[in-house]
């Protein structure tokens, strides 16, 4: 069974640091796309970060918004993909999701609608 567990969220203070973390079990994390989505309250899940599968270019793409300020890595040994968030600012506060694309889909992309699984999602806030 494919599933994907988001973890790190919490209450931050503007320009603080938070690191979420992207757990894969039921399949090799190596041979997908992942993507990091997030919703704010009345706003429309947006695309933030994603990374192409190990064995296809590597891409990585990033949001205007948080260039500069978050990173995406993933370690495929412990079958985590995480988003490195800095120098947060409070419209950063949403629910975070990760996602994966379908297995023949290699490269990753900031569309929410290609993705085929979703974990349960992390809250992030960012407020003094």
């Known amino acids: 069974q494919v599933q994907l567990v988001e973890s790190g969220g919490g209450l931050v203070q503007p320009g603080g640091s938070l690191r979420l973390s992207c757990t894969a079990s039921g399949f090799t994390l190596d041979y997908y796309a992942i993507g990091w989505f997030r919703q704010a309250p009345g706003k429309e899940r947006e695309g933030v970060s994603c990374?192409?599968?190990?064995?296809?270019?590597?891409?990585?793409y990033y949001a205007d918004s948080v260039k500069g300020r978050f990173t995406i890595a993933r370690d495929n040994a412990k079958k985590t993909v995480y988003l490195e968030m800095n120098s947060l600012k409070p419209e950063d506060t949403a629910v975070y999701y990760c996602a994966g694309r379908a297995a023949f889909y290699r490269l990753c992309t900031l569309s929410n609608r290609v993705y085929h699984y979703w974990g349960q999602g992390t809250q992030v806030t960012v407020s003094s």
């Open positions: 990374i192409s599968s190990s064995d296809s270019d590597g891409s990585i």
